[in-house]
Structure formats: structure tokens, C-alpha cells
């Protein structure tokens, strides 16, 4: 089992001592273990997990589906059974993955990292915080397994972009403390060209900048808040945003106290536009899958009236 890595990000990827692993060509059965992986923390009913990857199948047949994808992917992970059964932990009832040893998965690392710094601001980040953080955005190659759309993977897709502005933006914060402008004004970058309409993260690159000695600069980011505001909600920025802007007109590079004190009552009230949007977002996936969930009641109560009528 040696040297094994998981990459979910982006493209779905198996390596094992830095070769591809070949064999996981079924569709199904990357489904199962990238299911597995992402839900790692529990063991997982035999049942449920049939009836999630083979919804259109009876009970017998998708538990029957079930055993020989297991059975396939403890025979491809290992060169020896054994081992493959410390990975998957598998008895009649549940099955539970086990990330240990020199397993390595890049949503395990991401995980760990958004979970380190929770509650901890950005400015407040200490050496070792900061350099999980790093690593964690860097792994974050594209979103969590691209082009799948299986609904359980559009949740996971939501929640870990979710995280992963989340950790960009600490790192912004911690930059500009750090006077590290090119880097804060990359990872500002990086947060907008997911959220366009990121208000809150136009007003800190006005201000990084602002700090950085280039007021035009931070001007022009104002410029193009608002017209990404208009052009993706309609709206025109908030009163704080141009308060901000009149103020770095007025002031001269250097003397930022005034932009300061605007940004200084920045806390989780300011976020909530933000955060707002990204959970309508987020209720619109929803609605979607429900709408799909009802169809799929709909068609199968019909076959059923078909059969109850013949």
C-alpha cells in the first residue's frame, strides 16, 4: 500500500509511489471511493451506500453491485489483500475508509488545515498556521472533482470552495499585516475570480494597495467593484466601500488611519452579505436536487400504477 496519494481536486487522480494507479476505470467504483475519502470520519451502511450509487436498482442487486466494487478496489489499492483491508475496513453491515500510515489524500490536508484556523483571524495566525494554509490553497488545483455531478458531489463542491475562500482570505489578511502586498494582492485576486462580487474582499485589496503606495490602484479596484456589482446583482456598492474610496482620494499614501477605521469594524456582520449570497447560492443547489429527487418519486410511482394496473 505504500506511497499511495489521493487527488481529488481537480481531476480525480491515484498514484502510487508517484505512478498512476490504473485499474479504477469504472465509474462506480471512483464514485465509491471518492465517496468513501471525502466522508472518511464514519462508517458508512452497507444499505445506504448501495442505494446511493445504484438508486435505480432493487435492494438485492445494488448490494450485489456493492460487493463487487468493494472486492475490485481491495484487489487494485494493494499489491497485498492485507493491506488493502487496513484502508477498507469492510465487514457485513458498514464500511469505513482509513486514511493512516502513508496514505495521503489532499482533502484530508485541506480539511485539517480549515479546521486549524477556525476562529482564529487571520492577523492572529501564527508561523505553523500560516504554512498549512498555504500548502492547503496550493493543493486546491480546481474544484472538488470536476465535472462530476452526482448531487452528494455538488454539496462537497460547495462546502470545500466555501472553505477555500475561507482560507484565502486569512491569508490575506495575514500578508497585509505582513506588509507582503504582491501576495496579498494575489490571494485577493484568487478569491474574486471565484465571487466576483466579493465586496468586502475589493474594500481590502483598496486598502492593501492603499498601503502598498499605490493609491491608483486601490482607486481602480473600486472601479471594478462596482461594476461588478452591477453587472452580477444589480447593485451599487455599499456606503462603507465608498466612503472608503472618498477617503483614499483625499488622503495622501502613507496615512491610512482614515481607511483604517472604516475597515476596523470589520467583523462577522460585514461578512454577511458575503455569506448571504453564497448560501442563496447554495439554497438554489438545493432546490434543484429536491426538484430532481421529485421526478424520480413521479417516474417511479408511475411504473409502479403500470404494473398495479396490468
Same mark, same amino acid.
Given at each position: 500500500?505504500?506511497?499511495?496519494?489521493?487527488?481529488?481536486?481537480?481531476?480525480?487522480?491515484? !498514484?502510487?509511489?508517484?505512478?498512476?494507479?490504473?485499474?479504477?476505470?469504472?465509474?462506480?467504483?471512483?464514485?465509491?471511493?471518492?465517496?468513501?475519502?471525502?466522508?472518511?470520519?464514519?462508517?458508512?451502511?452497507?444499505?445506504? +451506500?448501495?442505494?446511493?450509487?445504484?438508486?435505480?436498482?432493487? &435492494?438485492?442487486?445494488?448490494?450485489?453491485? +456493492?460487493?463487487?466494487?468493494?472486492?475490485?478496489?481491495?484487489?487494485?489499492?494493494?499489491?497485498?489483500?492485507?493491506?488493502?483491508?487496513?484502508?477498507?475496513?469492510?465487514?457485513?453491515?458498514?464500511?469505513?475508509?482509513?486514511?493512516? $500510515?502513508?496514505?495521503?489524500?489532499?482533502?484530508?490536508?485541506?480539511?485539517?488545515?480549515?479546521?486549524?484556523?477556525?476562529?482564529?483571524?487571520?492577523?492572529?495566525?501564527?508561523?505553523?498556521? /500560516?504554512?498549512?494554509?498555504?500548502?492547503?490553497? %496550493?493543493?486546491?488545483?480546481?474544484?472538488?472533482?470536476?465535472?462530476?455531478?452526482?448531487?452528494?458531489? +455538488?454539496?462537497?463542491?460547495?462546502? #470545500?470552495?466555501?472553505?477555500?475562500?475561507?482560507?484565502?482570505?486569512?491569508?490575506?489578511?495575514?500578508?497585509?499585516?505582513?506588509?507582503?502586498?504582491?501576495?496579498?494582492?494575489?490571494?485577493?485576486?484568487?478569491?474574486?475570480?471565484?465571487?466576483?462580487?466579493?465586496?468586502? &474582499?475589493?474594500?481590502?485589496?483598496?486598502?492593501? #494597495?492603499?498601503?502598498?503606495?499605490?493609491?491608483?490602484?486601490?482607486?481602480?479596484?473600486?472601479?471594478?467593484?462596482?461594476?461588478?456589482?452591477?453587472?452580477? +446583482? $444589480?447593485?451599487?456598492?455599499?456606503?462603507? &466601500?465608498?466612503?472608503?474610496?472618498?477617503?483614499?482620494?483625499?488622503?495622501?499614501?502613507?496615512?491610512?488611519?482614515?481607511? /483604517?477605521?472604516?475597515?476596523?469594524?470589520?467583523?462577522?456582520?460585514?461578512? !454577511?452579505?458575503?455569506?448571504?449570497?453564497?448560501?442563496?447560492?447554495?439554497?438554489?443547489? #438545493?432546490?434543484? /436536487?429536491?426538484?430532481? /429527487?421529485?421526478?424520480?418519486? %413521479?417516474?417511479?410511482?408511475?411504473?409502479?400504477? &403500470?404494473?398495479?394496473?396490468?
Amino acid at each position: 500500500m505504500s506511497g499511495l496519494r489521493f487527488q481529488l481536486f481537480g481531476k480525480f487522480l491515484v !498514484l502510487r509511489d508517484g505512478c498512476e494507479l490504473r485499474g479504477l476505470d469504472a465509474c462506480k467504483e471512483r464514485e465509491l471511493l471518492t465517496y468513501l475519502i471525502a466522508h472518511r470520519d464514519r462508517p458508512h451502511a452497507r444499505e445506504s +451506500l448501495a442505494s446511493l450509487l445504484w438508486p435505480n436498482t432493487s &435492494t438485492e442487486r445494488s448490494k450485489k453491485y +456493492l460487493r463487487q466494487a468493494l472486492w475490485h478496489l481491495v484487489s487494485t489499492l494493494s499489491k497485498q489483500p492485507e493491506s488493502a483491508q487496513q484502508l477498507l475496513q469492510v465487514d457485513h453491515d458498514w464500511v469505513q475508509l482509513n486514511l493512516s $500510515g502513508d496514505i495521503w489524500a489532499d482533502i484530508a490536508l485541506f480539511d485539517r488545515a480549515f479546521t486549524m484556523v477556525q476562529g482564529v483571524a487571520g492577523r492572529q495566525l501564527d508561523h505553523h498556521q /500560516v504554512n498549512l494554509l498555504k500548502e492547503a490553497v %496550493n493543493i486546491y488545483v480546481g474544484d472538488f472533482l470536476e465535472g462530476w455531478y452526482q448531487d452528494w458531489c +455538488l454539496f462537497e463542491r460547495e462546502r #470545500l470552495q466555501n472553505a477555500y475562500l475561507y482560507m484565502l482570505d486569512k491569508l490575506m489578511d495575514r500578508a497585509t499585516e505582513d506588509e507582503e502586498y504582491e501576495a496579498g494582492r494575489a490571494y485577493g485576486a484568487k478569491i474574486l475570480s471565484y465571487d466576483r462580487a466579493s465586496e468586502r &474582499t475589493y474594500r481590502r485589496l483598496m486598502r492593501l #494597495l492603499y498601503r502598498a503606495g499605490d493609491r491608483t490602484g486601490a482607486l481602480r479596484q473600486y472601479q471594478r467593484c462596482a461594476i461588478a456589482l452591477r453587472e452580477e +446583482l $444589480g447593485v451599487r456598492p455599499e456606503r462603507r &466601500t465608498r466612503q472608503l474610496y472618498e477617503q483614499l482620494k483625499v488622503e495622501e499614501p502613507g496615512n491610512d488611519s482614515g481607511a /483604517v477605521d472604516i475597515e476596523a469594524g470589520l467583523n462577522y456582520k460585514t461578512a !454577511l452579505p458575503d455569506v448571504l449570497g453564497r448560501l442563496k447560492r447554495l439554497h438554489s443547489v #438545493l432546490i434543484a /436536487v429536491q426538484n430532481r /429527487v421529485h421526478r424520480d418519486i %413521479n417516474a417511479v410511482e408511475q411504473v409502479l400504477k &403500470t404494473k398495479t394496473t396490468k
